[in-house]
Protein backbone atom coordinates (compact mmCIF):
# COMPACT_ATOMS: atom_id res chain seq x y z
CA UNK A 1 0.00 0.00 0.00
CA UNK A 2 1.35 3.37 -0.81
CA UNK A 3 0.18 6.80 -0.58
CA UNK A 4 3.89 8.19 -1.68
CA UNK A 5 2.71 8.35 -4.97
CA UNK A 6 5.67 10.36 -6.52
CA UNK A 7 8.91 10.95 -5.58
CA UNK A 8 10.18 11.44 -2.05
CA UNK A 9 12.53 14.43 -2.60
CA UNK A 10 10.47 16.68 -4.55
CA UNK A 11 7.35 16.06 -2.06
CA UNK A 12 4.99 14.77 -4.20
CA UNK A 13 2.53 12.69 -1.81
CA UNK A 14 -0.31 10.62 -2.33
CA UNK A 15 -3.91 12.23 -1.18
CA UNK A 16 -4.44 9.92 1.30
CA UNK A 17 -3.79 8.22 4.42
CA UNK A 18 -5.66 7.87 8.17
CA UNK A 19 -4.13 4.37 9.24
CA UNK A 20 -5.14 3.11 12.45
CA UNK A 21 -2.53 0.49 13.08
CA UNK A 22 -2.98 -3.21 14.04
CA UNK A 23 0.44 -3.54 14.02
CA UNK A 24 2.96 -1.02 13.32
CA UNK A 25 1.69 0.00 9.34
CA UNK A 26 1.50 1.98 6.42
CA UNK A 27 -1.26 4.14 5.11
CA UNK A 28 -2.84 5.41 2.12
CA UNK A 29 -5.20 8.71 1.47
CA UNK A 30 -7.80 10.36 -0.93
CA UNK A 31 -8.93 13.83 -2.11
CA UNK A 32 -11.92 15.36 -3.13
CA UNK A 33 -13.58 18.76 -4.58
CA UNK A 34 -17.50 20.34 -5.27
CA UNK A 35 -18.65 22.84 -7.07
CA UNK A 36 -21.45 24.80 -6.21
CA UNK A 37 -25.52 25.00 -6.90
CA UNK A 38 -28.72 25.12 -4.72
CA UNK A 39 -32.14 23.26 -4.05
CA UNK A 40 -30.83 19.67 -5.43
CA UNK A 41 -32.73 16.97 -5.54
CA UNK A 42 -32.81 13.25 -6.12
CA UNK A 43 -34.92 12.23 -8.85
CA UNK A 44 -36.54 8.96 -9.72
CA UNK A 45 -33.41 7.75 -11.14
CA UNK A 46 -30.96 7.97 -8.14
CA UNK A 47 -29.14 10.60 -10.38
CA UNK A 48 -28.07 14.12 -8.35
CA UNK A 49 -29.85 17.23 -10.26
CA UNK A 50 -28.27 20.21 -8.85
CA UNK A 51 -30.07 23.49 -9.94
CA UNK A 52 -27.05 26.51 -10.69
CA UNK A 53 -27.05 29.32 -8.08
CA UNK A 54 -25.21 32.26 -7.36
CA UNK A 55 -21.71 32.30 -6.20
CA UNK A 56 -22.73 34.72 -3.24
CA UNK A 57 -25.54 32.03 -1.76
CA UNK A 58 -22.79 29.57 -1.09
CA UNK A 59 -22.54 25.94 -1.23
CA UNK A 60 -24.33 24.64 1.25
CA UNK A 61 -27.55 23.16 -1.22
CA UNK A 62 -24.53 21.49 -3.60
CA UNK A 63 -23.00 19.92 -0.84
CA UNK A 64 -26.50 18.54 0.64
CA UNK A 65 -26.84 17.16 -3.15
CA UNK A 66 -23.57 15.39 -3.87
CA UNK A 67 -22.73 14.31 0.06
CA UNK A 68 -25.11 10.92 -0.55
CA UNK A 69 -23.08 10.14 -3.38
CA UNK A 70 -19.64 11.06 -1.67
CA UNK A 71 -18.16 8.03 0.22
CA UNK A 72 -15.14 7.03 2.85
CA UNK A 73 -12.74 4.13 1.78
CA UNK A 74 -11.70 1.78 4.46
CA UNK A 75 -9.04 -0.24 3.84
CA UNK A 76 -7.55 -3.61 5.53
CA UNK A 77 -4.42 -5.11 3.90
CA UNK A 78 -1.17 -6.77 5.19
CA UNK A 79 2.43 -5.30 4.19
CA UNK A 80 5.78 -7.37 4.61
CA UNK A 81 8.96 -6.29 6.97
CA UNK A 82 8.58 -3.46 9.05
CA UNK A 83 8.13 -0.07 6.52
CA UNK A 84 6.23 2.44 8.76
CA UNK A 85 4.87 5.18 6.81
CA UNK A 86 4.42 8.99 8.49
CA UNK A 87 3.77 11.83 6.56
CA UNK A 88 2.77 10.20 3.36
CA UNK A 89 6.80 8.60 3.33
CA UNK A 90 7.81 5.34 3.79
CA UNK A 91 10.52 4.31 6.60
CA UNK A 92 12.11 1.38 6.41
CA UNK A 93 13.43 0.43 10.26
CA UNK A 94 16.22 -1.55 11.03
CA UNK A 95 16.82 -1.72 14.82
CA UNK A 96 19.66 -2.98 16.77
CA UNK A 97 17.74 -4.63 19.41
CA UNK A 98 19.03 -4.66 23.21
CA UNK A 99 19.02 -8.03 24.45
CA UNK A 100 16.43 -7.11 27.72
CA UNK A 101 15.48 -9.70 30.46
CA UNK A 102 11.90 -11.04 30.38
CA UNK A 103 10.69 -8.98 33.17
CA UNK A 104 12.67 -5.57 31.88
CA UNK A 105 9.58 -2.43 31.62
CA UNK A 106 11.33 -2.16 27.87
CA UNK A 107 10.80 -5.27 26.79
CA UNK A 108 7.14 -5.32 25.49
CA UNK A 109 8.10 -2.07 23.63
CA UNK A 110 10.95 -3.75 21.56
CA UNK A 111 9.47 -6.74 20.79
CA UNK A 112 6.45 -5.10 18.73
CA UNK A 113 9.19 -3.69 16.43
CA UNK A 114 10.75 -7.73 16.21
CA UNK A 115 12.17 -8.26 19.34
CA UNK A 116 15.47 -8.62 20.48
CA UNK A 117 18.31 -9.35 17.86
CA UNK A 118 16.40 -7.01 15.26
CA UNK A 119 15.75 -10.41 13.20
CA UNK A 120 11.61 -9.57 13.00
CA UNK A 121 10.85 -12.17 15.54
CA UNK A 122 11.53 -12.30 19.19
CA UNK A 123 12.54 -15.99 18.66
CA UNK A 124 14.35 -15.37 15.45
CA UNK A 125 12.28 -15.95 13.07
CA UNK A 126 10.68 -14.73 10.09
CA UNK A 127 8.90 -11.20 10.59
CA UNK A 128 5.14 -11.60 10.74
CA UNK A 129 2.94 -9.78 7.60
CA UNK A 130 2.07 -6.39 9.72
CA UNK A 131 -2.11 -5.83 9.54
CA UNK A 132 -3.03 -2.13 9.14
CA UNK A 133 -6.20 -0.53 8.25
CA UNK A 134 -6.31 2.54 5.46
CA UNK A 135 -8.76 5.84 4.85
CA UNK A 136 -9.82 7.17 1.54
CA UNK A 137 -12.03 8.07 -0.39
CA UNK A 138 -14.36 7.45 -3.24
CA UNK A 139 -17.56 8.47 -5.13
CA UNK A 140 -20.56 6.61 -6.48
CA UNK A 141 -21.31 6.62 -10.38
CA UNK A 142 -23.93 4.50 -10.83
CA UNK A 143 -27.35 3.53 -9.03
CA UNK A 144 -26.25 0.30 -9.16
CA UNK A 145 -23.25 0.78 -7.40
CA UNK A 146 -19.61 1.29 -9.09
CA UNK A 147 -17.48 3.60 -6.97
CA UNK A 148 -14.65 5.07 -8.36
CA UNK A 149 -10.96 5.44 -6.15
CA UNK A 150 -7.41 5.95 -6.63
CA UNK A 151 -5.77 2.84 -7.54
CA UNK A 152 -2.84 3.18 -4.59
CA UNK A 153 -5.81 3.71 -1.70
CA UNK A 154 -6.65 0.23 -2.55
CA UNK A 155 -3.44 -1.39 -3.74
CA UNK A 156 -2.38 -4.44 -1.94
CA UNK A 157 -6.13 -4.81 0.22
CA UNK A 158 -7.44 -7.84 1.31
CA UNK A 159 -10.69 -6.14 2.21
CA UNK A 160 -12.29 -3.16 1.21
CA UNK A 161 -14.97 -1.37 3.07
CA UNK A 162 -17.64 1.62 1.73
CA UNK A 163 -18.52 4.08 4.42
CA UNK A 164 -21.79 6.36 3.41
CA UNK A 165 -22.24 9.39 4.60
CA UNK A 166 -25.09 8.69 6.93
CA UNK A 167 -22.65 5.51 8.43
CA UNK A 168 -23.94 2.40 6.62
CA UNK A 169 -20.92 0.25 5.58
CA UNK A 170 -20.75 -2.28 2.98
CA UNK A 171 -17.85 -4.33 2.01
CA UNK A 172 -17.06 -3.47 -1.82
CA UNK A 173 -15.43 -5.81 -4.70
CA UNK A 174 -12.51 -4.16 -6.59
CA UNK A 175 -13.75 -4.42 -10.27
CA UNK A 176 -10.49 -3.30 -11.40
CA UNK A 177 -7.42 -0.87 -11.13
CA UNK A 178 -4.75 0.92 -13.45
CA UNK A 179 -1.30 1.90 -11.97
CA UNK A 180 -0.58 4.47 -14.33
CA UNK A 181 -3.52 6.67 -13.98
CA UNK A 182 -3.77 5.60 -10.21
CA UNK A 183 -7.53 4.99 -10.71
CA UNK A 184 -9.43 2.29 -9.55
CA UNK A 185 -13.40 0.96 -9.82
CA UNK A 186 -15.56 -0.69 -6.51
CA UNK A 187 -19.00 -2.09 -6.35
CA UNK A 188 -21.11 -2.32 -4.03
CA UNK A 189 -24.73 -3.99 -4.09
CA UNK A 190 -27.40 -1.59 -4.72
CA UNK A 191 -30.05 -0.61 -7.59
CA UNK A 192 -31.00 2.55 -5.96
CA UNK A 193 -28.26 4.21 -5.14
CA UNK A 194 -27.47 7.87 -5.15
CA UNK A 195 -24.97 8.65 -7.63
CA UNK A 196 -22.97 11.74 -9.43
CA UNK A 197 -22.17 11.94 -12.79
CA UNK A 198 -18.64 13.82 -15.12
CA UNK A 199 -18.84 17.18 -16.89
CA UNK A 200 -20.40 17.37 -20.22
CA UNK A 201 -18.08 20.38 -20.43
CA UNK A 202 -14.15 20.73 -19.84
CA UNK A 203 -14.17 23.36 -17.06
CA UNK A 204 -11.13 26.01 -17.63
CA UNK A 205 -9.01 27.63 -15.26
CA UNK A 206 -10.49 29.69 -12.45
CA UNK A 207 -13.87 27.70 -12.32
CA UNK A 208 -14.87 26.85 -8.59
CA UNK A 209 -14.23 23.50 -7.16
CA UNK A 210 -15.52 21.74 -4.23
CA UNK A 211 -13.94 18.96 -2.20
CA UNK A 212 -15.76 16.56 -0.10
CA UNK A 213 -13.97 13.77 0.87
CA UNK A 214 -12.55 11.94 4.42
CA UNK A 215 -9.14 13.95 5.46
CA UNK A 216 -7.39 12.50 8.65
CA UNK A 217 -10.85 9.87 8.67
CA UNK A 218 -12.95 12.84 9.18
CA UNK A 219 -16.32 12.19 6.76
CA UNK A 220 -17.83 14.26 4.93
CA UNK A 221 -15.34 17.33 4.78
CA UNK A 222 -16.22 20.27 2.58
CA UNK A 223 -13.47 21.90 1.21
CA UNK A 224 -13.85 25.07 -1.97
CA UNK A 225 -11.49 26.75 -3.97
CA UNK A 226 -10.94 27.10 -7.96
CA UNK A 227 -8.67 25.42 -10.82
CA UNK A 228 -5.66 27.09 -10.87
CA UNK A 229 -4.13 25.27 -13.73
CA UNK A 230 -4.37 22.63 -15.63
CA UNK A 231 -2.25 20.32 -18.42
CA UNK A 232 0.15 19.21 -15.72
CA UNK A 233 2.91 17.46 -15.97
CA UNK A 234 3.51 16.07 -12.34
CA UNK A 235 6.78 14.17 -11.84
CA UNK A 236 6.48 10.40 -11.32
CA UNK A 237 3.60 10.15 -13.34
CA UNK A 238 3.38 8.10 -16.80
CA UNK A 239 0.14 9.95 -17.92
CA UNK A 240 0.05 13.63 -17.02
CA UNK A 241 -2.40 15.75 -17.58
CA UNK A 242 -3.28 16.62 -14.00
CA UNK A 243 -5.66 19.25 -13.17
CA UNK A 244 -4.22 21.95 -10.14
CA UNK A 245 -6.84 22.76 -7.63
CA UNK A 246 -6.09 25.11 -4.23
CA UNK A 247 -9.13 23.62 -2.85
CA UNK A 248 -7.98 22.26 0.70
CA UNK A 249 -7.28 18.73 0.49
CA UNK A 250 -4.91 16.37 3.10
CA UNK A 251 -4.36 13.57 3.95
CA UNK A 252 -7.62 10.82 3.58
CA UNK A 253 -8.69 13.01 0.93
CA UNK A 254 -7.06 10.74 -2.47
CA UNK A 255 -10.03 9.45 -4.64
CA UNK A 256 -12.52 11.24 -3.75
CA UNK A 257 -14.19 13.62 -6.59
CA UNK A 258 -14.07 17.62 -7.57
CA UNK A 259 -17.29 18.64 -8.14
CA UNK A 260 -18.00 22.18 -10.34
CA UNK A 261 -20.29 24.74 -9.38
CA UNK A 262 -23.54 22.04 -11.25
CA UNK A 263 -22.68 19.37 -8.98
CA UNK A 264 -20.80 17.61 -12.05
CA UNK A 265 -17.29 15.70 -11.28
CA UNK A 266 -14.96 17.45 -13.03
CA UNK A 267 -11.95 15.24 -11.55
CA UNK A 268 -10.38 12.96 -8.94
CA UNK A 269 -8.01 14.25 -6.49
CA UNK A 270 -4.88 12.26 -6.42
CA UNK A 271 -2.03 13.77 -5.41
CA UNK A 272 -0.98 16.89 -3.56
CA UNK A 273 2.66 19.19 -3.44
CA UNK A 274 3.99 19.74 -0.07
CA UNK A 275 7.13 20.05 1.63
CA UNK A 276 5.34 19.71 5.39
CA UNK A 277 3.35 16.47 4.50
CA UNK A 278 0.15 18.74 4.79
CA UNK A 279 -1.74 21.19 2.21
CA UNK A 280 -0.18 24.09 1.03
CA UNK A 281 -2.55 24.97 -1.50
CA UNK A 282 -1.84 22.78 -4.38
CA UNK A 283 -3.51 19.77 -5.49
CA UNK A 284 -3.72 17.77 -8.28
CA UNK A 285 -6.69 15.90 -10.03
CA UNK A 286 -7.07 13.61 -12.75
CA UNK A 287 -9.49 15.44 -15.05
CA UNK A 288 -12.83 13.83 -15.92
CA UNK A 289 -12.02 12.87 -19.54
CA UNK A 290 -9.50 10.74 -18.78
CA UNK A 291 -11.45 9.15 -15.90
CA UNK A 292 -14.33 8.58 -17.92
CA UNK A 293 -11.92 6.49 -20.59
CA UNK A 294 -10.71 4.53 -17.92
CA UNK A 295 -13.48 3.84 -15.97
CA UNK A 296 -15.81 2.46 -18.47
CA UNK A 297 -12.49 -0.22 -19.51
CA UNK A 298 -12.20 -1.04 -15.86
CA UNK A 299 -16.23 -1.95 -15.29
CA UNK A 300 -16.13 -3.42 -19.23
CA UNK A 301 -13.48 -5.49 -18.67
CA UNK A 302 -11.57 -5.10 -15.39
CA UNK A 303 -8.39 -4.15 -17.01
CA UNK A 304 -7.01 -1.29 -19.68
CA UNK A 305 -5.23 -1.88 -22.99
CA UNK A 306 -3.47 0.71 -24.91
CA UNK A 307 -2.45 1.49 -28.00
CA UNK A 308 1.83 0.98 -28.86
CA UNK A 309 3.34 2.76 -31.54
CA UNK A 310 6.82 1.66 -30.81
CA UNK A 311 9.18 5.41 -30.69
CA UNK A 312 11.35 6.55 -28.02
CA UNK A 313 10.61 10.70 -28.16
CA UNK A 314 11.51 13.69 -26.68
CA UNK A 315 9.75 17.40 -26.61
CA UNK A 316 11.07 19.80 -29.48
CA UNK A 317 12.97 22.68 -28.28
CA UNK A 318 12.74 25.87 -29.61
CA UNK A 319 16.75 25.20 -30.46
CA UNK A 320 15.50 21.64 -32.50
CA UNK A 321 12.86 23.57 -34.10
CA UNK A 322 15.44 26.03 -35.70
CA UNK A 323 17.77 23.46 -36.65
CA UNK A 324 15.05 21.66 -38.80
CA UNK A 325 13.33 24.73 -40.05
CA UNK A 326 9.86 24.16 -38.00
CA UNK A 327 8.03 27.76 -37.57
CA UNK A 328 6.61 26.31 -34.24
CA UNK A 329 8.74 24.48 -31.23
CA UNK A 330 5.99 21.71 -30.97
CA UNK A 331 5.43 17.92 -31.53
CA UNK A 332 7.73 14.80 -30.43
CA UNK A 333 10.73 14.20 -31.99
CA UNK A 334 11.51 10.47 -32.45
CA UNK A 335 14.99 9.29 -30.82
CA UNK A 336 14.64 6.22 -32.18
CA UNK A 337 12.08 3.53 -33.10
CA UNK A 338 12.15 1.02 -31.39
CA UNK A 339 12.88 -2.63 -32.85
CA UNK A 340 10.61 -4.51 -34.59
CA UNK A 341 7.85 -1.67 -33.32
CA UNK A 342 5.47 -0.93 -35.50
CA UNK A 343 6.14 2.69 -36.30
CA UNK A 344 9.75 1.60 -37.71
CA UNK A 345 7.82 -1.12 -39.95
CA UNK A 346 5.69 1.70 -41.41
CA UNK A 347 8.58 4.09 -42.44
CA UNK A 348 8.92 6.52 -39.37
CA UNK A 349 12.08 7.55 -39.01
CA UNK A 350 14.92 8.36 -36.60
CA UNK A 351 14.50 12.33 -36.51
CA UNK A 352 10.85 12.66 -37.80
CA UNK A 353 8.95 15.30 -35.38
CA UNK A 354 5.22 14.01 -34.97
CA UNK A 355 3.15 16.97 -35.67
CA UNK A 356 -0.42 15.35 -35.54
CA UNK A 357 -1.46 12.17 -34.69
CA UNK A 358 -5.46 11.49 -36.62
CA UNK A 359 -5.50 15.58 -37.29
CA UNK A 360 -4.87 15.93 -33.60
CA UNK A 361 -2.29 18.44 -33.00
CA UNK A 362 0.67 17.01 -30.74
CA UNK A 363 2.30 20.19 -28.71
CA UNK A 364 4.80 17.31 -26.67
CA UNK A 365 6.30 13.97 -25.62
CA UNK A 366 4.11 13.12 -22.98
CA UNK A 367 0.85 14.45 -25.13
CA UNK A 368 2.23 12.33 -27.56
CA UNK A 369 1.95 9.31 -25.30
CA UNK A 370 -1.51 10.26 -23.73
CA UNK A 371 -2.62 10.33 -27.18
CA UNK A 372 -1.06 7.05 -28.37
CA UNK A 373 -2.31 5.30 -24.91
CA UNK A 374 -5.94 6.91 -25.87
CA UNK A 375 -5.91 4.50 -29.03
CA UNK A 376 -7.11 1.00 -29.67
CA UNK A 377 -4.65 -1.88 -30.07
CA UNK A 378 -4.74 -2.62 -33.71
CA UNK A 379 -6.34 0.56 -34.87
CA UNK A 380 -4.65 2.32 -37.57
CA UNK A 381 -3.25 6.03 -36.61
CA UNK A 382 -2.22 8.74 -39.49
CA UNK A 383 0.72 10.46 -38.23
CA UNK A 384 1.37 13.69 -39.11
CA UNK A 385 5.51 14.22 -39.61
CA UNK A 386 8.03 17.21 -40.22
CA UNK A 387 10.82 15.63 -42.40
CA UNK A 388 13.11 17.18 -44.40
CA UNK A 389 11.81 20.62 -44.01
CA UNK A 390 8.71 19.61 -45.05
CA UNK A 391 5.23 17.87 -43.78
CA UNK A 392 4.68 14.39 -44.67
CA UNK A 393 1.85 11.55 -43.16
CA UNK A 394 2.73 7.90 -42.07
CA UNK A 395 -0.09 5.76 -41.43
CA UNK A 396 0.86 2.96 -38.46
CA UNK A 397 -1.09 0.09 -37.43
CA UNK A 398 -1.07 0.35 -33.04
CA UNK A 399 -0.52 -2.75 -31.11
CA UNK A 400 -1.17 -3.62 -27.42
CA UNK A 401 1.03 -2.21 -25.15
CA UNK A 402 2.78 -4.46 -23.00
CA UNK A 403 2.47 -2.91 -19.44
CA UNK A 404 4.86 -5.47 -17.77
CA UNK A 405 7.73 -4.84 -20.38
CA UNK A 406 10.76 -2.87 -18.98
CA UNK A 407 13.36 -1.31 -21.20
CA UNK A 408 16.38 -1.89 -20.38
CA UNK A 409 18.90 0.43 -20.79
CA UNK A 410 22.52 -0.12 -22.84
CA UNK A 411 25.13 0.25 -19.95
CA UNK A 412 27.69 -0.16 -22.38
CA UNK A 413 29.80 3.54 -22.23
CA UNK A 414 31.73 4.61 -25.47
CA UNK A 415 35.27 4.04 -24.40
CA UNK A 416 37.59 7.28 -24.85
CA UNK A 417 40.12 6.58 -27.37
CA UNK A 418 43.97 6.17 -26.85
CA UNK A 419 45.09 8.14 -29.49
CA UNK A 420 43.27 8.66 -33.09
CA UNK A 421 43.93 10.84 -35.76
CA UNK A 422 41.67 13.26 -37.85
CA UNK A 423 40.03 15.51 -35.67
CA UNK A 424 37.99 18.96 -35.37
CA UNK A 425 37.50 21.68 -33.01
CA UNK A 426 34.01 23.05 -34.03
CA UNK A 427 30.94 24.89 -31.47
CA UNK A 428 33.25 24.58 -28.59
CA UNK A 429 33.64 21.20 -29.16
CA UNK A 430 37.14 18.60 -29.89
CA UNK A 431 35.64 15.80 -31.90
CA UNK A 432 37.20 12.87 -32.50
CA UNK A 433 36.14 9.07 -34.29
CA UNK A 434 34.74 7.41 -31.59
CA UNK A 435 37.55 4.45 -30.83
CA UNK A 436 34.93 1.37 -29.72
CA UNK A 437 33.42 0.88 -32.74
CA UNK A 438 30.01 2.03 -32.67
CA UNK A 439 30.34 4.95 -34.04
CA UNK A 440 29.79 8.52 -34.01
CA UNK A 441 32.21 11.02 -33.01
CA UNK A 442 33.19 11.32 -29.37
CA UNK A 443 33.23 14.80 -27.57
CA UNK A 444 36.91 14.74 -26.18
CA UNK A 445 36.60 18.28 -24.61
CA UNK A 446 34.05 21.03 -24.17
CA UNK A 447 35.29 24.65 -24.02
CA UNK A 448 34.14 25.92 -20.80
CA UNK A 449 31.27 28.34 -21.50
CA UNK A 450 30.56 27.62 -25.03
CA UNK A 451 27.28 26.67 -27.10
CA UNK A 452 27.68 23.18 -27.27
CA UNK A 453 28.32 23.46 -23.31
CA UNK A 454 25.36 25.42 -22.98
CA UNK A 455 22.81 22.98 -24.15
CA UNK A 456 24.43 19.96 -22.36
CA UNK A 457 26.91 18.34 -24.12
CA UNK A 458 29.78 17.18 -22.46
CA UNK A 459 32.96 14.88 -22.88
CA UNK A 460 32.45 11.50 -23.19
CA UNK A 461 29.35 12.21 -25.38
CA UNK A 462 29.22 10.85 -28.70
CA UNK A 463 27.78 12.71 -32.04
CA UNK A 464 26.04 10.39 -34.36
CA UNK A 465 23.57 12.25 -36.50
CA UNK A 466 23.80 16.50 -37.93
CA UNK A 467 21.08 17.22 -39.93
CA UNK A 468 19.70 13.59 -40.02
CA UNK A 469 23.19 12.75 -41.45
CA UNK A 470 25.27 10.12 -40.05
CA UNK A 471 29.02 11.38 -38.73
CA UNK A 472 32.07 9.31 -38.51
CA UNK A 473 34.92 11.81 -39.24
CA UNK A 474 35.58 14.51 -38.49
CA UNK A 475 35.11 15.40 -42.02
CA UNK A 476 31.31 14.26 -42.12
CA UNK A 477 31.08 16.85 -39.39
CA UNK A 478 32.26 19.82 -41.02
CA UNK A 479 29.94 19.05 -44.46
CA UNK A 480 27.03 18.35 -42.39
CA UNK A 481 27.47 21.89 -40.75
CA UNK A 482 28.60 23.92 -43.92
CA UNK A 483 25.08 22.18 -45.29
CA UNK A 484 22.73 23.39 -42.43
CA UNK A 485 24.36 27.05 -43.21
CA UNK A 486 23.61 26.45 -47.18
CA UNK A 487 20.27 25.94 -46.00
CA UNK A 488 19.92 29.35 -44.18
CA UNK A 489 19.42 27.60 -41.24
CA UNK A 490 21.15 29.23 -38.23
CA UNK A 491 21.17 26.18 -35.55
CA UNK A 492 21.98 22.44 -36.52
CA UNK A 493 19.97 19.33 -35.30
CA UNK A 494 22.88 17.01 -33.56
CA UNK A 495 22.06 13.67 -32.47
CA UNK A 496 24.29 12.91 -29.61
CA UNK A 497 24.14 9.12 -27.55
CA UNK A 498 25.45 9.38 -23.88
CA UNK A 499 25.41 5.79 -22.03
CA UNK A 500 24.01 4.11 -24.66
CA UNK A 501 20.63 6.36 -25.26
CA UNK A 502 20.24 8.89 -27.97
CA UNK A 503 18.49 12.32 -28.06
CA UNK A 504 18.95 15.17 -30.40
CA UNK A 505 19.92 18.88 -29.46
CA UNK A 506 19.24 22.34 -31.51
CA UNK A 507 23.14 23.69 -31.68
CA UNK A 508 23.48 27.47 -32.85
CA UNK A 509 25.89 27.44 -35.30
CA UNK A 510 26.21 31.31 -35.73
CA UNK A 511 27.75 33.48 -33.15
Known amino acids: MRSTLLSRTSRWLGASALALLVGVGGVSTAFVMTGQAANAQVQNAAQIVVPQTSVQQGFADLVEAVKPAVVSIRVEAEAPGRTVQRGGRDFNFEFNFPDLPEDHPFRDFFDQFGGPGGQGRPDGGEPRPRQFMAAGSGFIISEDGYVVTNNHVVEDATKVTVVFDDGREQVAEIIGTDERTDLAVLKIEGDDLPFVTFEEEASRVGDWVVAVGNPFGLGGTVTVGVISGSGRNIGGSSYGDFLQIDAAVNTGNSGGPAFNSNGEVVGVNTAIYSPNGGNVGIAFAIPART ?104 SVQLVQLDETAQAQPDQTAPTPPQALPEATTSLGMTLVPNGDGSGGLLVQNVEQDSVAGQRGIATGDVVLEVDNKVVQTAGDFDQAIAGVNEKGLNTALVKVSRDGEARFIGLPITE
Open 291 to 394: VQQIVTQLIEDGSVTRGYLGVSIQDVSRDIADGVGLPNARGAIVREPTEDGPAGAAGVRSGDIILKVDGDQIDDALDLSRTIAGKAPDSTVELTIWRDGAETTV
